[in-house]
């Protein structure tokens, strides 16, 4: 079970920490991934982090702005998110990987199809 929390409304430039918390499996066995879904629009990706958080991934116009990390102790994973902008609105989901690392194939690390277990999302709105 994944349960994501922490977003809210926040003014453009500000910054929020999403968190994941897991429970009922073997956390640092899996690769856990940050997607989101605007309103009328596709879920996309977001980030990735392997099972050990030693290697991280983000889609590329998010890179510098969010950082994803995990503990492993607290079976947790975070997304922390800077200089945010309106276009970040959205609801922010996190999801296991079928595996301990994030897919090697660009596509298939930002497909939610490959993705096996979601959280219900939080919600993000960046608004004056």
């Known amino acids: 079970q994944l349960q994501a929390s922490g977003g809210g409304l926040v003014q453009p430039g500000g910054s929020l920490r999403l968190s994941c918390a897991a429970s009922?499996?073997?956390?640092?066995?899996?690769?856990i991934g940050w997607f989101r879904q605007a309103p009328g629009k596709e879920r996309e990706g977001v980030s990735c982090?392997?099972?050990?958080?030693?290697?991280?991934y983000y889609v590329g116009s998010l890179e510098g702005r969010f950082t994803i990390s995990r503990d492993n102790a607290q079976n947790t994973v975070f997304l922390q998110m800077n200089s945010l902008k309106p276009e970040d609105t959205a609801v922010y989901y996190c999801?296991?990987?079928?595996?301990?690392?994030?897919?090697?194939?660009?596509?298939?690390?930002?497909?939610?199809?490959?993705?096996?277990?979601w959280g219900q999302g939080t919600q993000v709105t960046v608004s004056s």
């Open positions: 999801a296991t990987y079928g595996g301990r690392l994030c897919s090697t194939s660009m596509r298939n690390r930002w497909t939610p199809a490959r993705y096996d277990y």
């Open positions: 982090i392997s099972g050990s958080g030693g290697s991280t």
């Open positions: 009922g499996f073997t956390f640092d066995d899996y690769a």
